[in-house]
């Protein structure tokens, strides 16, 4: 059904005459005339009766023109959505890791809300392969993922990315461990021996691993898997093994942190969305505040 038409036929429900429509809408009796018909012939049913000199709609055209209040509000809302000019408003759905919904995501959380109360976020916690895979199958409309410098991520050319930020990376070792000096290859060569602990849902941090063992010439033994950060740590503490684990992560009982350098690794935290989202008001305005925070 033309938009058009319903509107010309909503507003004649209300004024009660064709000549009252043109002369509020603007428009000549025979086009409000001609366009009914054709609306007519479009729902395939009478929608204007005779009463005396005049017409009047017949049940059905009162029941489109009930209809067309919510099809023409429905319609308005649609536009403004997508206008690109307009107010943003309306809901973000986002995935992210743990680190970017506490350190990146709340505190926008807030300036949104003070600044934009319109818009609002639905956010889960995922890793990055089930972060991407959410977007591509659009689930979320924005996926905060990351990736390392030495296990670059493989994207699908339909989406755009933006870096948010990187940090470094060093070896976590039992605190009675020996000092090594040299580069990263030395580091990790001293731990040889060691079983080694990896993430247990994003294979990228297991990659970097793998790549710093090879040039140290020898295969890393993988024995545990986990998540968390904090269990990892603890997980160091209780003598299971060693693994990769931020530069800045704060000094605690039980771990040192060996500097790897030459190569150094560094996460790069990434802002992704589907090329063909990203005018959309909403998701424009999300992405401006991720990348001045």
Same mark, same amino acid.
């Given at each position: 059904m033309d938009v058009r038409r319903l509107e010309l036929l909503l507003a004649l429900s209300r004024l009660g005459s064709m000549h009252a429509v043109s002369e509020v809408l603007g428009v000549t009796t025979s086009t409000v005339s001609q366009q009914i018909a054709a609306l007519a012939k479009e729902v395939g049913t009478p929608l204007l009766e005779p009463d005396g000199r005049r017409v009047r709609l017949t049940p059905a055209g009162r029941r489109l023109a009930g209809h067309a209040v919510h099809i023409l509000a429905a319609h308005e809302a649609a536009r403004a959505d997508l206008d690109p000019s307009a107010e943003p408003a309306g809901t973000v759905r986002v995935a992210a890791f743990h680190t970017a919904i506490r350190d990146t995501l709340l505190p926008v959380v807030h300036?949104?809300?003070?600044?934009?109360p319109a818009v609002r976020l639905e956010i889960q916690e995922q890793e990055p392969p089930d972060a991407l895979a959410m977007l591509e199958r659009d689930q979320v409309d924005l996926a905060l993922t990351y990736d390392y410098n030495l296990a670059p991520a493989a994207l699908d050319p339909s989406l755009e990315a933006a870096p948010l930020w990187e940090s470094s990376w060093s070896l976590a070792v039992p605190?009675?461990?020996?000092? /090594?000096?040299?580069?990263?290859? @030395?580091?990790? &060569? &001293?731990?040889? &021996?060691? @079983?080694? /602990?990896?993430?247990?849902?994003?294979?990228? @941090?297991?990659?970097?691993?793998?790549? /710093?063992?090879?040039?140290?010439?020898?295969?890393?033994? /993988?024995?545990?898997?986990a998540d968390s950060l904090?269990?990892?740590?603890?997980?160091?503490t209780a003598g299971l093994g060693v693994g990769l684990m931020p530069a800045t992560y704060p000094k605690t009982t039980g771990i040192s942190l060996r500097r790897l350098r030459d190569p150094e690794p560094r996460m790069r935290a990434l802002v992704l969305t589907r090329k063909d989202r990203t005018s959309w008001a909403p998701l424009s305005l999300l992405r401006s505040f991720l990348s001045r925070r």
């Amino acid at each position: 059904m033309d938009v058009r038409r319903l509107e010309l036929l909503l507003a004649l429900s209300r004024l009660g005459s064709m000549h009252a429509v043109s002369e509020v809408l603007g428009v000549t009796t025979s086009t409000v005339s001609q366009q009914i018909a054709a609306l007519a012939k479009e729902v395939g049913t009478p929608l204007l009766e005779p009463d005396g000199r005049r017409v009047r709609l017949t049940p059905a055209g009162r029941r489109l023109a009930g209809h067309a209040v919510h099809i023409l509000a429905a319609h308005e809302a649609a536009r403004a959505d997508l206008d690109p000019s307009a107010e943003p408003a309306g809901t973000v759905r986002v995935a992210a890791f743990h680190t970017a919904i506490r350190d990146t995501l709340l505190p926008v959380v807030h300036r949104l809300r003070q600044e934009h109360p319109a818009v609002r976020l639905e956010i889960q916690e995922q890793e990055p392969p089930d972060a991407l895979a959410m977007l591509e199958r659009d689930q979320v409309d924005l996926a905060l993922t990351y990736d390392y410098n030495l296990a670059p991520a493989a994207l699908d050319p339909s989406l755009e990315a933006a870096p948010l930020w990187e940090s470094s990376w060093s070896l976590a070792v039992p605190s009675r461990s020996r000092r /090594i000096r040299g580069t990263a290859v @030395d580091v990790v &060569a &001293a731990f040889a &021996a060691s @079983d080694w /602990i990896v993430n247990s849902r994003h294979l990228a @941090d297991e990659q970097v691993v793998r790549t /710093i063992a090879a040039l140290a010439g020898f295969e890393p033994r /993988i024995t545990q898997r986990a998540d968390s950060l904090q269990l990892v740590q603890e997980m160091i503490t209780a003598g299971l093994g060693v693994g990769l684990m931020p530069a800045t992560y704060p000094k605690t009982t039980g771990i040192s942190l060996r500097r790897l350098r030459d190569p150094e690794p560094r996460m790069r935290a990434l802002v992704l969305t589907r090329k063909d989202r990203t005018s959309w008001a909403p998701l424009s305005l999300l992405r401006s505040f991720l990348s001045r925070r």
